[in-house]
């Protein structure tokens, strides 16, 4: 059964502090990876998306990378304003299209 | 175009009525998606369409749900008889493609009193 798993699930940082999110993956012919931030009271954003092992993908503080059993959402000097949920989501299999995603991780970021 | 809508933004019903949630997608996108979201969890899917064909429905969709896309434009889900775990925010979501990241609307948030 393809399963995602998010690490930690809160995770508190001082501004400037660089760190990282996991988000590890099982599942039967990975057609995409995805990563979203999540507001309270929004919908997810789309920030990524890749789509083989080794690929890296780059926006402004945040870079996510992947190999073939998790990916990795960096964040470097982090802001107040980067506070938010992030969520990781997997496509895969060749008969659907839906996401399968993980419980998020929490991010506080404070000045 | 101002991205996914969706109406109304919260709905409070008593339990056993009926509630019918609507979906404007971005105009280009094909692809329609319907999920469920509680608090502390991800997103889970509910159904998706491609154009005005219903292509997936998920396990969680018990026969009291059913979606809509009529003209291939927006959409409605309809949840009969509600009962308290209904309560969630449900999350439409449109994407031009395959593999592309979706566009999520604000959602509408279900409360079942």
């Known amino acids: 059964e393809d399963q995602v798993t998010q690490s930690p699930e809160a995770l508190r940082l001082q501004e400037g502090e660089s760190s990282s999110l996991n988000c590890s993956y099982t599942v039967s012919g990975l057609r995409g990876l995805f990563w979203y931030r999540q507001d309270p009271g929004k919908g997810p954003e789309f920030l990524f998306t890749l789509y083989s092992a080794g690929e890296e993908k780059e926006k402004e503080r945040l870079k996510a990378t992947l190999t073939k059993k998790e990916s990795f959402l960096h964040i470097t000097a982090p802001k107040p304003e980067d506070s938010a949920t992030y969520l990781c989501?997997?496509?895969?299999?060749?008969?659907?299209?839906?996401?399968?995603f993980g419980t998020g991780t929490r991010l506080q970021v404070f000045p | 175009d101002t991205g996914v809508s969706q109406n109304p933004r919260h709905k409070i019903t008593k339990r056993g009525q009926n509630v019918t949630f609507r979906c404007d997608p971005i105009?280009?996108?094909?692809?329609l998606y319907w999920y469920r979201q509680t608090l502390g969890q991800g997103p889970e899917f509910l159904t998706y369409?491609?154009?005005?064909?219903?292509?997936?429905k998920s396990r969680l969709l018990s026969d009291r749900f059913s979606a809509e896309r009529p003209k291939g434009s927006f959409s409605t889900l309809e949840i009969q008889r509600t009962e308290q775990g209904d309560s969630a925010m449900y999350l439409c979501?449109?994407?031009?493609?395959?593999?592309?990241?979706?566009?999520f609307g604000s959602g509408t948030r279900l409360t079942v009193v």
């Open positions: 979501a449109s994407s031009l493609a395959e593999n592309y990241g979706y566009t």
């Open positions: 369409f491609q154009n005005e064909a219903q292509l997936e």
């Open positions: 989501a997997v496509q895969g299999g060749y008969n659907t299209d839906k996401l399968i």
């Open positions: 105009s280009e996108h094909n692809r």
